[in-house]
């Protein structure tokens, strides 16, 4: 057994170095980059704005509140590098104009609604899927054409670990996350003769104004779930998107969960390492095991709180 094992391993290894020259992107070269990031006027998105300008890129934010867009601008030009880089609050099109070809697209602009499945309002499904999926959808077609003509480019789609995880009371919400990796793969898949790298970013809970607007509104449930792990800050969150992103990495993650669910959930996913690929391999079925624990502890949230309620709802009717 132990042979046939190492015999898979060397295998796997030779596999992955026969195909390394196709998996393995050069960095993207930030400084005097043309990055545009949707959704950047807040949160994580306008971190990902200040770590890319930074490093030197010039900067197009998009966004559809324009005093935020305003108050961003004046904020993101104290990290100067120098006098020459741009800022701008156009549209994609526009932006490509005057500023020239995109290097790197972010899509980060989203929106959440939480509840129970039967009390979202059914337009609240077509309004997330509209923003969150489609809204990434546009600013990448208005860019991929040139970055296939330019040999070059990166493409950032910012999901969520709710993107990875059905959890309880995202039933609107997680859906149009996972329908970012989806075309992730598949544009992926299209676009890597041209040396065009997609991301997909899993960010967990995060300290941004989206975060604490989502929380009034959360069920008891998806509260408690949430409670199980800690909630990071945009800027680190950033920080791991931009570097991912840079060196081409598909999957883009954050803390010891966030490692987890990308091997938990690689499936079919391109790698752009030997080191990835095997890290997948080994850990797959212990993370499963840890996953299962997981998912007994929130289905057990989910029931502690179901019996609570009848039981209220049943002491209110003998009252």
Do not use: W
């Not at 057994?1 to 930030?30: C, G, H, R």
């Not at 077509?126 to 546009?138: D, I, T």
């Not at 954050?254 to 391109?270: A, E, F, H, K, N």
Request: glycine share 8%; proline share 4%.
């Amino acid at each position: 057994m132990l042979l046939l094992v190492a015999a898979f391993v060397v295998a796997f290894v030779l596999l992955l170095y026969m195909v390394s020259p196709l998996i393995s992107p050069k960095p993207l070269k930030l400084p005097g980059a043309h990055v545009v990031v949707t959704g950047g006027s807040s949160g994580i998105g306008k971190c990902i704005a200040i770590e890319c300008y930074k490093q030197g890129a010039f900067i197009t934010l998009i966004a559809r509140d324009e005093n935020k867009l305003l108050q961003t601008k004046k904020e993101i030009e104290k990290y100067s590098v120098n006098d020459k880089q741009v800022r701008s609050l156009l549209t994609v099109a526009v932006a490509q104009e005057k500023l020239g070809p995109v290097d790197m697209l972010v899509n980060c602009a989203g929106t959440s609604v939480t509840g129970k499945f039967e009390d979202i309002e059914v337009n609240s499904f077509e309004r997330l899927m509209a923003v969150n999926y489609l809204g990434s959808v546009y600013p990448s077609r208005a860019v991929i054409a040139t970055m296939k003509e330019r040999r070059m480019g990166r493409l950032v789609f910012v999901s969520s670990q709710a993107g990875q995880l059905g959890l309880f009371g995202y039933t609107a919400y997680s859906p149009t996350k996972f329908a970012l990796r989806g075309l992730a793969e598949a544009l992926q898949m299209e676009v890597k003769p041209y040396n065009i790298y997609v991301t997909v970013a899993y960010p967990p809970d995060t300290d941004t104004p989206g975060f604490v607007e989502e929380s009034k509104t959360k069920p008891l449930e998806t509260k408690l779930i949430s409670e199980t792990s800690s909630v990071c800050q945009a800027e680190q969150v950033a920080r791991v998107i931009v570097k991912d992103a840079i060196q081409g990495n598909f999957n883009s993650s954050v803390g010891s969960d966030g490692y987890m669910l990308s091997i938990l959930t690689s499936g079919m996913s391109p790698v752009t390492s030997i080191t990835e690929g095997l890290q997948q391999v080994v850990c797959m079925g212990i993370f499963r095991i840890v996953g299962l624990f997981y998912l007994g502890s929130f289905d057990s949230i989910v029931r502690r709180c179901m019996m609570q309620r009848e039981k209220s709802e049943s002491a209110d009717k003998t009252e």
